[in-house]
């Protein structure tokens, strides 16, 4: 059974940081791609992160390059997000999906079947 659980959010401060972590079993962690998406109240489920688990390419959409850091320990089937200089907008419960490769859209939630149950990010002003 596929079962992807993450951690590690919180409440911070504006400009602070946070680490989320993605626990991940049940499948090959090498040949799947995990992202990590965000959903705020009234808002569409935004992918911005994603890795390849099979050669540690790393995608970021512009809202959250510079700050944000993707990385993977495949020793460990796991997939940490760093998140610094944290804004407001960046509140939003935080998920972790899983799709095997290739995926044409690393962004598109359709293109991950298997998710995590998500962990709360509130980033105060």
């Known amino acids: 059974e596929v079962q992807l659980v993450e951690s590690g959010g919180g409440l911070v401060q504006a400009g602070g940081s946070l680490r989320l972590s993605c626990a991940a079993s049940?499948?090959?962690?090498?040949?799947?791609?995990i992202g990590w998406f965000r959903q705020a109240p009234g808002k569409e489920r935004e992918g911005f992160s994603c890795?390849?688990?099979?050669?540690?390419?790393?995608y970021y959409a512009d809202s959250v390059k510079g700050r944000f850091t993707i990385s993977s320990d495949n020793a460990k089937n796991t997939v940490y997000l760093q998140m610094n200089s944290l804004r407001p907008e960046d509140t939003a419960v935080y998920y972790c999906?899983?799709?095997?490769?290739?995926?044409?859209?690393?962004?598109?939630?359709?293109?991950?079947?298997?998710w995590g149950r998500g962990t709360q990010v509130t980033v105060s002003a």
């Open positions: 999906a899983a799709a095997p490769m290739p995926i044409a859209t690393m962004f598109d939630p359709w293109a991950f079947g298997s």
């Open positions: 049940g499948f090959t962690f090498d040949d799947y791609a």
């Open positions: 890795i390849s688990s099979s050669d540690g390419s790393t």
